[in-house]
């Protein structure tokens, strides 16, 4: 009952000062990152849609320039949420594209592919926060 008392006082007190409640109580508080990248890989679609599993595709792109945010290594990884089909319908390998990230410490699903994801669990997670925009 005081956790959630805590919370209704913080989110008042918040409304005043325009910080979100989950970035306060630190409920699914995350960072975005937006880059410029070169799609080097990527799994294929399932071709199942969501339903009782979260479909997904991973990807690794060479990181060409960040545009907001920080990121410092020269490739990333990438979570991107297929639940409506395959997200590199349109998109070839080496097209540049623009990409925004929500960058996270846990998820939960964990897209493993040759060449692309080869640890079990990441430290780090990148989920596409909307499908890969070609350049």
Known sequence: MFKHLAVLIASV??????QSVAAASGV???????L?????????HSGVHCGDEYVHQVA??????VLDGK????????DHPACSGDVFKHI???SRVKLTV???REYGVITMHPGIREVERP???YVAAVSPAKM
């Open 60 to 65: 690794k792109y060479r990181v060409d320039r």
């Open 13 to 18: 007190a918040l409304l005043f000062t325009g």
């Open 71 to 78: 990121y410092l290594n020269k490739e990333i990884v990438v």
């Open 92 to 94: 070839a390998v080496g």
């Open 123 to 125: 430290k780090i997670f």
């Open 36 to 44: 410029e990248g070169t799609l080097l890989r990527f799994s294929p």
């Open 28 to 34: 699914d508080s995350y960072r975005i990152i937006t």
């Open 102 to 104: 929500r960058v996270r």
